[in-house]
């Protein structure tokens, strides 16, 4: 016993410094206001607006239309490139995770189901869309403890052909065109549907060598 303190001994002062956790709180709060966030906050601020301009003087006038086109596009372009800047500068946040996707299902489904609703889409084309979107959803839960089944090319073009395709139908198209995004819906189907099943094959065989991992290291 020295009476010497250990700070004065050279030793280590481990008291907790005033006001640590509170900077640490900050700077996780901090992190949630990143470029990738806030592209996904606007999609999801966009998509209560998208849907009054869309249904707007009872969903037939073109300069309406127009406007929620633009919405969309804008709602789409935040898409492609928010996840791509979370990805490239480490912006990954739990925040992120979880809107996303919500955001990417919420302004497709709105689109949707109001095209359905004016008359200008089928009803089953917009439930083998959402039931695709939704079975999906519940395949990742399933397999989550094995692993996460990469995008595919497959999934990316299916994507591509939904905002091309949804997009044509919310302007207010005639002639040609109006031919044109027919098909440009039934190919997006198709993809909707082939990807789909390409997703259940994989999560089928994720969820087997996962068992299978987990006999062997018992």
Known sequence: ???VPASAAGGTDRRPVPGAKLGAAAVNQ????????ILTMIRLVLVPGFVFLLLAEGGYDPAWRAWAWAAFAVAMITDIFDGHLARTYDLVTDFGKIADPIADKAIMGSALICLSWLGDLPWW?????????????????????YGVIPASRGGKLKTLAQGTAVGMYVLALTGALATMRFWVMAIAVVLTVVTGLDYIRQAVVLRRQGLEAERAAR
């Open 125 to 145: 084309v917009t439930g083998v869309i959402l039931g695709r979107e939704l079975g999906i959803t519940l395949l990742r839960f399933w397999v989550i403890r």
């Open 30 to 37: 901090a992190s949630l206001w990143n470029i990738a966030n």
């Open 1 to 3: 016993m020295t009476g």
